[in-house]
């Protein structure tokens, strides 16, 4: 059983997909920040800095009506926290584009790569060898 298990982690496919999860998650923080650092200020300042993060209805307790979310979480209320949910997807839709873009502009790279390259088209450069040996062969049958 422990040689099986060793030939399965040694396979091409599980060590490829090791990699991706490892790339992956190195490249989800790099999306995330610039997401977060970059792309929502630049819509803020289209939205007038429209936020909803803060944005929630209390279900119970007791919570002054200008306290933020995580005042509200800290005071032990319940809460309905729409706002986050909105930014969460918002943000997904974001993060979901510019790797649509990116895996788009991958694409186009490997396929020019992977493009057979143009042939030359065949210059006359003069008999082959072969042509000149059976000319040499065709004089010698002559004499």
Same mark, same amino acid.
């Given at each position: 059983m422990l040689s099986?298990f060793?030939?399965f982690?040694?396979?091409?496919?599980v060590m490829d997909?090791?990699?991706?999860?490892?790339?992956?998650?190195?490249?989800?923080?790099?999306?995330?920040?610039?997401?977060?650092?970059?792309?929502? !200020?630049v819509i803020?300042l289209?939205t007038?800095?429209l936020?909803?993060?803060?944005?929630?209805?209390v279900?119970s307790?007791?919570v002054s009506?200008?306290?933020s979310?995580?005042?509200?979480?800290?005071?032990?209320a319940?809460?309905?926290?729409?706002g986050?949910?909105i930014m969460?997807v918002?943000?997904?839709?974001?993060i979901?584009?510019?790797?649509?873009?990116?895996v788009?502009?991958v694409n186009?790279?490997?396929?020019i790569?992977?493009?057979?390259?143009?042939?030359? !088209?065949?210059i !006359?450069?003069? !008999?082959s060898e072969?042509d000149?040996?059976?000319?040499?062969r065709?004089?010698l049958?002559?004499?």
């Amino acid at each position: 059983m422990l040689s099986e298990f060793k030939d399965f982690i040694a396979k091409g496919n599980v060590m490829d997909m090791a990699v991706g999860i490892i790339i992956g998650a190195a490249f989800t923080a790099i999306v995330s920040s610039l997401v977060s650092d970059l792309i929502n !200020p630049v819509i803020g300042l289209f939205t007038g800095g429209l936020d909803f993060t803060n944005n929630y209805v209390v279900l119970s307790g007791e919570v002054s009506s200008n306290a933020s979310l995580e005042a509200a979480r800290e005071v032990g209320a319940s809460v309905f926290a729409y706002g986050s949910f909105i930014m969460a997807v918002i943000n997904f839709l974001i993060i979901a584009l510019v790797v649509f873009m990116l895996v788009r502009y991958v694409n186009k790279v490997k396929a020019i790569a992977e493009r057979p390259q143009e042939v030359a !088209p065949d210059i !006359p450069t003069g !008999p082959s060898e072969l042509d000149v040996l059976l000319e040499i062969r065709d004089q010698l049958k002559k004499s």
